[in-house]
């Protein structure tokens, strides 16, 4: 089945303690992002990836990594989460940019306190 | 970069009536202009898209309009149905190998059996 897997899919840590989401995807596409949602703020992408060794940031970059190191992953880092990244999470993949329809996850809550 | 701008922010219909949600874009270059729909605690998904060489697109009960000169899409749905309760996000993408999608910030609609 095609699909795009996240773990875990709840979390609650505290300020400070790194912590990384994972990525996955079955469907051999180059193209990966993660976004986040907030109430009445939509949908706003933190970072995406165009192929295996190539990121770039999105709209609100601040207090994340990502890395791609095989074209199937991207996980999220948050290497000293705040209490402000406590929001809901998804990763999403498609066949290329822009043109293409976006396969997300299931997505992940984190709570940060 | 690209600003998209969606309203109302909610809509509360009966069953059976129409519901129409608007977007505006402000990059001329976009030429892709997706909707997602995000049931309660799920994840979007793509329910249609339109191109910028075609004015009209429709499936079924919704439809999805273009107006570049304006710049603003429009997303109908007739014959509502409760099940069609779920927010509703549009998107705007320009052209190019290396373009991201930009997502509005939604619109909670709820249709009242």
């Known amino acids: 089945e095609a699909q795009v897997t996240q773990n875990p899919r709840y979390l609650i840590t505290v300020t400070g303690k790194k912590l990384t989401v994972t990525c996955s995807q079955n469907m051999n596409h180059e193209y990966m992002s993660w976004y986040r949602q907030d109430p009445g703020l939509g949908l706003r992408q933190i970072y995406y990836s165009m192929n295996v060794e190539v990121t770039d940031k999105g709209d609100v970059p601040e207090g994340y990594k990502v890395s791609r190191k095989e074209k199937r992953n991207f996980p999220l880092i948050l290497e000293s989460p705040s209490p402000n990244q406590t929001s809901l999470y998804f990763c999403?993949?498609?066949?290329?940019?822009?043109?293409?329809?976006?396969?997300f996850g299931p997505g992940t809550r984190l709570t940060v306190t | 970069g690209e600003n998209v701008e969606q309203h109302p922010s909610t809509l509360s219909v009966q069953e059976g009536d129409s519901a129409v949600i608007k977007c505006t874009y402000s990059?001329?270059?976009?030429?892709?202009f997706p909707w997602y729909k995000q049931e309660l605690g799920k994840r979007p998904q793509l329910i249609i898209d339109i191109r910028s060489n075609v004015g009209e697109k429709k499936d079924q009960r919704i439809a999805v309009t273009l107006n570049k000169t304006a710049k603003h899409f429009s997303l109908h749905i007739t014959e509502t149905q409760p099940e069609d309760s779920a927010v509703y996000f549009c998107a705007a993408s320009p052209r190019g190998g290396y373009s991201t999608l930009t997502f509005g910030k939604g619109t909670m609609l709820l249709v009242s059996p």
């Open positions: 990059d001329s270059a976009s030429n892709y």
């Open positions: 999403a993949s498609s066949l290329g940019s822009g043109a293409y329809e976006q396969y």
